[in-house]
C-alpha cells in the first residue's frame, strides 16, 4: 500500500514537472494596478517622461454608448517597439493592461475595456528603450466599471 | 457561457496571420454589487501569454479594466500554415485555462 502511494506520489512529481510553465510570470504589478490616479500607475511602472508620437494611433469610438465595452484599437509604427500600456485616465483604477511583444508580431491590439467615463484614453508604447506616447478622449454615455 | 476559449489564426494574403481570440471570463472588477448589496468579489485575468510552436510572441498584463469575456486580435508577422499558436491565461484566484490551435 505504501509503495503504491509513493509511486503515485512520484507520478504526480512527475506530472507537475512535465507542466511547469516555459516561461516565468513576472509579478503583477499591483501597484500599478491598483493606483488610483494615471500618474502613479506610471510611476509603478518605472515610465519615464513620455514625448508624444503621431506613429502610435489609437482607434476607438469618438461616443461609446455603453462604457462596459469599448473596442479600441493601438498601432504602434514606431521601430523596435518593445512594449505597449493602455490607461483610461478616469477609472477607478486608469491602468488597464500592458503587453510586452517579442519576436514576430506586429506591435499592434484590438482588444475591449471598461470606461468609467467620458476620459482620455492614453497609450504609451516603449521602443529602443525610449517611451513615447499617444492619447484620445472617448466620450461615454453609460459607464461601465460597475 | 460555457468555458469557452475561441482562438482563429488565419493567413491573410499580406503575409500576417489574424489571430482573434475571444475568452469566456467574468473580469469582475470587485466593485459591483449583486441584488442583495453584497460585493461580488475581484476576478479576472491578471496574465495572458501567447506561444508560437512554443517561442514566445507576447506577455500581456491586465487588470480589471479590461472587458468581461476578452477579446483580443493581433497579427502575427512570419507565421506558416500549420504553426501552432498557444494562448493561456491566468487569474488572481489561480485559475487558469489554455489553448492551442494551428494557423490556417
Redesign the interface.
Same mark, same amino acid.
Given at each position: 500500500m505504501q509503495r503504491r502511494k509513493f509511486l503515485r506520489w512520484q507520478l504526480g512529481l512527475m506530472a507537475a514537472w512535465l507542466m511547469r510553465p516555459?516561461?516565468l510570470?513576472?509579478d503583477?504589478?499591483q501597484a500599478a494596478?491598483?493606483a488610483s490616479k494615471p500618474e502613479e500607475a506610471a510611476a509603478a511602472l518605472h515610465i519615464e517622461h513620455a514625448e508624444k508620437s503621431d506613429k502610435i494611433s489609437i482607434v476607438a469610438p469618438d461616443f461609446a454608448e455603453n462604457g462596459?465595452?469599448?473596442?479600441i484599437e493601438v498601432h504602434s509604427q514606431l521601430e523596435n517597439t518593445e512594449s505597449m500600456t493602455i490607461f483610461?485616465e478616469k477609472?477607478?483604477?486608469?491602468?488597464?493592461?500592458?503587453?510586452?511583444?517579442?519576436?514576430?508580431?506586429?506591435p499592434?491590439?484590438?482588444?475591449?475595456?471598461?470606461m468609467a467615463e467620458s476620459a482620455n484614453l492614453k497609450v504609451v508604447v516603449k521602443a529602443a528603450g525610449q517611451y513615447w506616447m499617444n492619447e484620445k478622449f472617448v466620450e461615454v454615455a453609460i459607464g =461601465?466599471? =460597475? | 457561457m460555457a468555458d469557452l476559449f475561441k482562438i482563429r489564426a488565419q493567413k491573410k494574403e499580406d503575409g500576417?496571420t489574424e489571430v482573434r481570440v475571444l475568452m469566456s471570463h467574468p473580469?469582475e472588477?470587485g466593485?459591483?454589487?449583486n441584488d442583495f448589496d453584497e460585493v461580488i468579489p475581484a476576478h479576472f485575468i491578471?496574465?495572458v501569454?501567447v506561444? #508560437?510552436n512554443?517561442?514566445?510572441?507576447?506577455?500581456?498584463?491586465?487588470? /480589471?479594466?479590461?472587458?468581461?469575456n476578452?477579446?483580443? /486580435?493581433?497579427? #502575427? /508577422?512570419?507565421?506558416k500554415v500549420g504553426d501552432m499558436l498557444c494562448i493561456t491565461w491566468?487569474d488572481?484566484l489561480n485559475k487558469k485555462n489554455s489553448s492551442v490551435v494551428p494557423v490556417i
Open positions: 516555459l516561461y510570470l513576472a503583477w504589478n494596478f491598483e462596459a465595452i469599448v473596442q483610461a477609472n477607478p483604477t486608469p491602468l488597464i493592461a500592458v503587453f510586452q511583444f517579442h519576436a514576430g508580431i506586429q499592434s491590439m484590438i482588444t475591449r475595456i471598461k =461601465g466599471c =460597475g | 500576417l473580469m472588477t466593485r459591483r454589487k491578471q496574465y501569454t506561444t #508560437l512554443d517561442n514566445p510572441v507576447f506577455e500581456a498584463q491586465w487588470g /480589471t479594466g479590461v472587458a468581461k476578452p477579446y483580443l /486580435t493581433f497579427y #502575427l /508577422t512570419g507565421a491566468h488572481n
